[in-house]
């Protein structure tokens, strides 16, 4: 799989208007700030792919990238932006909960939390809402490189101690600044589109 041919293909507002021609989608989740888009342009080696928006009204859709066809990426809306009506998050709230739970093109999901505050509420829901889903979930511990080496490794390892009860549920380090991680994020989405491909 060469994620460096990664496009993007389409923006969905809501859940019916996701391509019909998908077999096999990744997701990207997180905070809004958690570093998403980064994350996304790193793994694809591609510097414009995702773009950050600094509007909260573009975070609101599903962004569709092809890997290869059939084969996608999906970034989820960012979540906790504050300037959005109420009723503008919960009809996002609802396109968000359709996805997970009908998708079935969905075969892993890539969590990323920001490593200064790690497993904040909707972290923990996510993961929640994958163990009961049997949806394999790969947290990225984001921004390490805002750490030093031993607190960076000490949340790891604090954070790994706490999920490792969980089925499929994984976690490591991550920094798209320092490329740190990029190896092993690329290769678990490889084997779980592999696997399903």
Same mark, same amino acid.
């Given at each position: =799989?060469?994620?460096?041919?990664?496009?993007?293909?389409?923006?969905? #507002?809501?859940?019916?208007?996701?391509?019909?021609?998908?077999?096999?989608?990744?997701?990207?989740? &997180?905070?809004?700030?958690? *570093?998403?888009? /980064?994350?996304?342009?790193?793994?694809?080696?591609?510097?414009?792919? #995702?773009? #950050?928006?600094?509007?909260? &009204?573009?975070? @609101?859709?599903?962004?569709?990238?092809?890997?290869?066809?059939?084969?996608? +990426?999906?970034?989820?809306? *960012?979540? &906790?932006?504050?300037?959005?009506?109420?009723?503008?998050?919960? %009809?996002?709230?609802?396109?968000?909960?359709?996805?997970? $739970?009908? $998708?079935?093109?969905?075969? &892993?999901?890539?969590?990323? /939390?920001?490593?200064?505050?790690?497993?904040?509420?909707?972290?923990? =829901? =996510?993961?929640?809402? #994958?163990?009961? /889903?049997?949806?394999? +979930?790969? +947290?990225?511990?984001?921004?390490?490189?805002?750490?030093?080496? *031993?607190?960076?490794?000490?949340?790891?390892? %604090?954070?790994? !101690?706490?999920?490792?009860?969980?089925?499929?549920?994984?976690?490591?380090?991550?920094?798209?600044?320092?490329?740190? *991680?990029? !190896?092993?994020? %690329?290769?678990?989405?490889?084997?779980?589109? @592999?696997?399903?491909?």
């Amino acid at each position: =799989m060469n994620l460096n041919q990664t496009r993007f293909i389409t923006s969905a #507002a809501k859940f019916s208007d996701c391509p019909e021609d998908s077999i096999v989608e990744v997701a990207f989740a &997180g905070r809004s700030n958690a *570093g998403k888009s /980064s994350a996304i342009n790193s793994v694809c080696d591609q510097s414009q792919l #995702a773009r #950050a928006s600094k509007t909260p &009204g573009r975070t @609101q859709l599903l962004n569709f990238f092809a890997v290869e066809p059939n084969v996608y +990426l999906v970034d989820l809306p *960012g979540y &906790g932006f504050a300037k959005v009506p109420l009723e503008i998050k919960n %009809k996002w709230q609802r396109e968000l909960e359709q996805y997970l $739970r009908q $998708r079935e093109q969905l075969v &892993g999901l890539i969590l990323l /939390s920001d490593i200064r505050h790690p497993l904040k509420e909707f972290d923990r =829901m =996510m993961i929640d809402w #994958a163990v009961k /889903s049997n949806l394999p +979930l790969h +947290l990225l511990l984001t921004k390490s490189d805002k750490l030093k080496r *031993g607190p960076a490794q000490n949340t790891l390892l %604090k954070v790994s !101690e706490e999920l490792k009860e969980l089925n499929d549920v994984s976690v490591q380090l991550f920094s798209s600044v320092k490329k740190t *991680g990029l !190896e092993e994020v %690329k290769s678990k989405i490889s084997k779980w589109t @592999q696997i399903n491909n």
